[in-house]
Nanobody
Framework: QVQLVESGGGLVQPGGSLRLSCAASGFTFSDYAMAWFRQAPGTEREFVANVRWNGNNTYYGNSVKGRFTISKDKVKNTVYLQMNSLKPEDTAVYYC?????????????WGQGTQVTVSS
């Protein structure tokens, strides 16, 4: 069955770095666009970053542009989110997403989330 398993979250001080990983299985990873979203308590889920199916095009939310980097490893079936210069407002649960849009069908999968807390 489809699985997206996030890891790498934790507590970090402002200005620090973390790298999140999302290990994918149960579907053809190379066909899917991959993305990271986040959700802080009392807020809506927010787009963070995504990478196209071929790994060649990336897009970022304005709040993370220049600080976060998404990458896709098609050998390891894993997507990463390198987070630098972290701020307290980056505190949230981070979710991995796999997305495939076909003419008649949309495939959309989510991981269980990993907590990132930025605090001194």
């Amino acid at each position: 069955q489809v699985q997206l398993v996030e890891s790498g979250g934790g507590l970090v001080q402002p200005g620090g770095s973390l790298r999140l990983s999302c290990a994918a299985s149960g579907f053809t990873f190379s066909d899917y666009a991959m993305a990271w979203f986040r959700q802080a308590p009392g807020t809506e889920r927010e787009f963070v970053a995504n990478v196209r199916w071929n790994g060649n095009n990336t897009y970022y939310g304005n709040s993370v542009k220049g600080r976060f980097t998404i990458s896709k490893d098609k050998v390891k079936n894993t997507v990463y989110l390198q987070m630098n210069s972290l701020k307290p407002e980056d505190t949230a649960v981070y979710y991995c997403n796999a997305h495939l849009l076909l003419p008649a069908t949309v495939y959309d999968y989510w991981g269980q989330g990993t907590q990132v807390t930025v605090s001194s």
